[in-house]
């Protein structure tokens, strides 16, 4: 059995890029940089970024590049989740919450 691969913030891009490219690949139709980049909403040197390692889809990003590509979002989604986790607030921002006074009784 093979050892786990343990994966830290830092390889999770260079992981989730290799998974894109060689899906965006071997997909049926196959998928061109700029046509997922249209399809994406973002520019075709974002797609080439994340298939280099440089950077990673955000979740949602991600999601939608599952559904175009027939793919299942599987293990990357969770590492997709911890390598954007210091941007996303659990709760949103609890500063701008309304302060709440205790009464007694």
């Not at 974002?46 to 599952?66: D, F, H, K």
């Not at 210091?86 to 709440?100: I, K, Q, S």
Request: a positive charge; hydrophobic letters at 40%; proline letters at 9%.
């Amino acid at each position: 059995m093979a050892a786990p691969v343990h994966f830290t913030p830092s390889t999770v891009p260079e992981h989730v890029g290799a998974w894109l490219r060689d899906l965006r690949l071997t997909s049926k139709p196959k998928w061109s940089q700029p046509a997922l980049a249209r399809e994406l909403g973002v520019s075709q040197n974002t797609v080439s970024r994340w298939e280099r390692g440089q950077s990673c889809p955000t979740v949602a990003e991600y999601l939608t590049i599952c559904r175009l590509l027939h793919a299942h979002p599987g293990a990357n989604l969770d590492r997709i989740v911890s390598a954007h986790a210091h941007t996303m607030p659990l709760f949103g921002d609890m500063r701008a919450a309304p302060a709440v006074e205790a009464r007694n009784g």
